[in-house]
């Protein structure tokens, strides 16, 4: 169910949203709208989303895009790609992420450095001339050249006959590896399990996060481009943020989560209540489901602003912060206060938001 919701919510926003052109904001190109095709030469990192996305472009820069149905067919320096559906035909002269369902790579793809990939479905062909990661259910080997290593942690891995793994390929032991007659793998390595400690099914979680987390970037890309004011009055607040600042917040999103069931109740037993209960529990909802894309972008700021300490493009800093969080959210250890201190903490910052300015 709460699948549908998110569902729901991404494919309303983009009912919602009227058609952007691409406009250069400092040295980033950014268009939103449900059918989006890069053409030019873009001398920018360029970040794209909607519904179907096309980078048929030379990007000197990150590609960043987020979509249903994605496609790279041009060429770009980095890549962090996110969808549905992504197919790769086109050239990454340095580093990759590609996180979605179902991923193709065609012959004609070329990797120049590493590359991270996440999703159920995976299809690898083309050249990669350095190191693949891969976190799937099912990844297929088909004409893939690969110069470095590969490691997969998937439950089915097959290699085809014209597969090309010049380094070591690491799989875990209880997955079904199977290599036809003709594929050439220097070396083979089998790693720990597929399970978890507590027997959990980690690619039912893995799906989950990624389909979760594609959602929530498409939503804060929305947010971002039609309301950057948001993101501005969160950098001003905690420009200088402190312990004291930061536990103001996490005690304001404490409150929140206790207060406001209460006051349901408040108002559901009162017949004359019943209308605004109502109102308030969507609100409540709402908040609830956005606390993950302000903790990111914070996140993503507050890291931005210590280690790079240089300006960026919101867009940019919200999908470093969204994609740390990602990584958080998947790791059995500290996902689970991972995701306690992200709601507190954005329920903070909403509060923060709605509250009027003190003049």
């Not at 009912?15 to 904001?25: C, H, L």
């Not at 590609?98 to 996440?118: H, K, L, P, Q, S």
């Not at 950098?235 to 929140?256: I, P, V, Y």
């Amino acid at each position: 169910m709460k699948k549908v919701l998110k569902i729901m919510l991404v494919m309303a926003m983009f009912f919602t949203i009227p058609p952007v052109s691409a406009k250069e904001i400092n040295h980033f190109t950014t268009k939103v709208d449900t059918d989006v095709t890069l053409k030019d030469n873009y001398t920018s990192s360029v970040v794209a989303s909607g519904d179907e996305v096309t980078f048929d472009s030379s990007v000197k820069g990150i590609a960043i895009g987020a979509a249903n149905q994605l496609k790279h067919k041009g060429t770009s320096d980095y890549a962090i790609l996110g969808g549905n559906i992504i197919e790769i035909d086109g050239k990454i002269n340095n580093d990759a992420f590609i996180a979605g369902n179902i991923i193709t790579f065609e012959d004609e793809a070329i990797i120049g450095r590493d590359i991270i990939i996440v999703g159920s479905d995976i299809e690898i062909s083309g050249t990669f001339n350095r190191n693949v990661s891969i976190y799937g259910s099912s990844v297929t080997f088909k004409n893939a050249v690969v110069s470095g290593n590969v490691k997969t942690y998937a439950t089915k891995i097959k290699a085809q006959k014209n597969t090309k793994i010049m380094g070591t390929l690491s799989y875990p032991e209880d997955s079904s590896y199977k290599a036809e007659d003709g594929a050439v793998i220097t070396k083979i390595k089998k790693t720990e399990p597929i399970q978890t400690a507590d027997n959990e099914d980690f690619f039912t979680t893995l799906s989950a996060k990624v389909w979760s987390y594609l959602c929530l970037v498409v939503v804060f890309a929305v947010i971002s481009l039609l309301f950057p004011g948001i993101f501005t009055k969160i950098n001003n607040k905690f420009e200088k943020a402190d312990l004291g600042l930061m536990t103001e917040t996490f005690t304001k999103g404490l409150l929140t989560l206790v207060l406001v069931p209460i006051l349901f109740v408040l108002l559901f037993i009162t017949a004359i209540g019943i209308p605004l209960g109502f109102i308030l529990v969507i609100l409540y909802g709402i908040a609830m489901y956005l606390t993950t894309v302000f903790t990111g972008y914070l996140l993503g700021y507050k890291i931005w602003q210590k280690v790079f300490n240089k300006d960026a493009h919101l867009l940019l800093i919200g999908l470093f912060g969204l994609f740390i969080l990602f990584i958080c959210a998947i790791i059995p250890g500290i996902r689970i206060l991972a995701s306690i201190l992200t709601t507190l903490i954005g329920l903070g910052i909403i509060i923060d938001l709605v509250k009027p300015n003190k003049e």
